[in-house]
């Protein structure tokens, strides 16, 4: 079967498939924005009490109470002070904080890769659509031997409907996708300047 062919075959199935597929995109679109809402909100904590209670221990020479309150943080924050407070020496530690900080931003940024390849192809589903639906007014007019018809105008509201669908899950998923991605941003800055004052402490008492 020639290609031509085969898009006049798909074509015959109309629009209606392409709204299907726009659904179930934003259906994902939906699930992995509730997904990380949840992941970020279970993470967070008060970085700033968090910092202060950690140095006033340090500063008191309690090491086991500062990395008492770091576990006791579900942050990730603390996850990557605690791993420069459990190294042994400064060196050890920045590498460590390193590692912690890079596997924090996988796991905060896991799945965003789906909402950037959803609101960038959406459009485009949208559009394919569009051009279903011009295609079968084209036949429908051949069909009305040139006479506007409630078929004709049909087919060419569907069209117009596929692109404005593909428009409407593309724009939000781009912006929770851009939100997501300046509060990992946020909170990655926020543990590097907690686990710089903890290197600074490890380097002072070396």
Do not use: C
């Not at 959406?122 to 018809?149: E, H, K, N, Y």
């Not at 946020?186 to 402490?201: I, Q």
């Amino acid at each position: 079967m020639k290609i031509d062919k085969a898009f006049s075959a798909l074509a015959g199935y109309g629009a209606g498939w392409v709204f299907w597929v726009l659904v179930a995109l934003s259906v994902i679109a939906v699930a992995v924005a509730v997904d990380r809402v949840v992941n970020l909100v279970a993470t967070r904590d008060d970085v700033s009490r968090l910092k202060d209670d950690v140095l006033d221990a340090l500063a008191s020479g309690h090491v086991a109470k500062a990395m008492a309150r770091l576990r006791a943080s579900p942050s990730y924050e603390a996850k990557v002070a605690l791993a420069g407070l459990s190294s042994k020496g400064a060196e050890a530690a920045e590498e460590r904080m390193t590692s912690a900080s890079q596997t924090s931003k996988l796991k905060m940024e896991k799945n965003l890769t789906v909402l950037a390849t959803i609101g960038a192809n959406a459009p485009f589903v949208g559009l394919l659509g569009t051009v279903i639906g011009i295609i079968r007014a084209f036949r429908a007019l051949d069909a009305a031997q040139g006479r506007v018809s409630a078929h004709l105008l049909s087919e060419i509201g569907e069209a117009l409907i596929a692109t404005a669908v593909g428009l409407l899950v593309a724009l939000p998923t781009i912006a929770f996708y851009n939100a997501f991605q300046r509060a990992v941003a946020s909170r990655l800055v926020r543990a590097d300047a907690l686990g710089r004052e903890v290197l600074a402490h490890l380097k002072s008492e070396g």
